[in-house]
């Protein structure tokens, strides 16, 4: 049994401690374990509760009224909710606990509902990258074992896959070619995958080297393709001058490509970009610069 702190469930939830505190001390909802030495903790079952209490409040519930059912009428009410969701925010609780329950059975109903309800490309950037951004959060403090991270991350990374395999059953020589690829100990490639299968479906070839590439296989690569472009995604934590350094040394060393960057550290740091240099900030804008890509020369 995994074992919580409040800040914990804080980080996991995004619900405040404080608030966790007042649905304790006013309503009775879950209240916390305490070990020998009198240190309150959680564990994975209060979690879901909380959780599922997250959900019916975020959805018009009152705390009171929530109060006066069983855990077993919070769970059944929850699964109404899933079953047709209305707002993005019950998935994305709905993928924690699947996280946290290693339930994949649970995951492919989620996905696929989600994938009926609004379709793939605005499953994957509304629902699925808002995740992943929690999730990296939650991996980085180390409120969330990495089996877990693994096993969500792995589910989705199967499905966006498929995808991409039923887009290159039409593929035709002599496409344009883009390069997408992560930076050298770059390893979160969800993002990535997501746009290559925007690109084929736009009609580019895409040349997917995958994660932490060195800069030398870059250009031996370019030097066989003859590529149009670079896609690159930038995850992991880095500081905004490294960022914009590396950024510098890609144009140097391309001096004739255009590059495509999205991913958490873009949106962050806002980094000066050099000329030819392009933001992807969703789908839509990313199918906008490949159009304006088609028609350089």
């Known amino acids: 049994m995994a074992i919580y702190s409040i800040k914990d469930i804080e980080k996991l939830t995004s619900i405040k401690a404080h608030t966790i505190r007042i649905w304790e001390r006013r309503y009775g909802l879950v209240i916390p374990k305490r070990t020998d030495t009198n240190i309150r903790y959680y564990s994975d079952d209060d979690l879901k509760d909380i959780l599922n209490i997250s959900i ?3 959805n018009g519930w009152k705390i009171s009224k929530i109060a006066k059912l069983s855990v077993e009428d919070v769970r059944a009410e929850v699964s109404n909710l899933i079953e047709s969701p209305k707002e993005y925010s019950n998935i994305i609780d709905k993928m924690i606990l699947t996280m946290i329950e290693i339930d994949e059975n649970a995951f492919f109903k989620t996905f696929y509902d989600s994938w009926q309800e609004y379709g793939f490309e605005k499953m994957i950037e509304s629902i ?4 992943l ?7 980085q403090t180390g409120t969330i074992k990495p089996a ?20 290159m059953a039409d593929d035709k020589p002599d496409k ?9 100990n770059e390893m979160h490639e969800l993002s990535l995958l997501f746009y290559s299968f925007i690109a084929r479906e736009k009609g580019y070839e895409v040349i997917y080297l995958g994660t932490s590439i060195p800069i030398k296989d870059l250009i031996e690569v370019q030097r066989v393709t003859n590529a149009k472009a670079m896609f690159s995604a930038h995850i992991n934590a880095i500081e905004k001058k ?8 890609f144009r140097e060393t391309f001096p004739n490509l255009y590059f495509y960057v999205t991913g958490l550290q873009i949106k962050e740091l806002n ?10 900030s969703n789908s839509n ?4 610069e490949l159009l304006k890509l088609s028609e350089y020369n």
Not at 133 to 139: A, D, T
Not at 242 to 249: A, G, T
Request: proline fraction near 8%; charged fraction near 25%.
């Open 242 to 249: 490294s960022l914009e350094d590396m950024f510098v040394y």
């Open 128 to 131: 699925f990258f808002p995740f």
């Open 176 to 184: 344009d070619k883009i390069i997408f690829f992560l930076p050298e």
């Open 285 to 288: 804008a990313f199918k906008e």
């Open 56 to 58: 019916l409040n975020q």
């Open 133 to 139: 951004e929690r999730l990296g959060i939650l991996w």
């Open 271 to 280: 980094p000066t970009l050099p000329p030819n240099f392009f933001v992807v």
């Open 148 to 167: 877990q991270e693994r096993f969500i991350s792995n589910m989705l990374r199967q499905k966006i896959i498929v995808a991409i395999d039923n887009e």
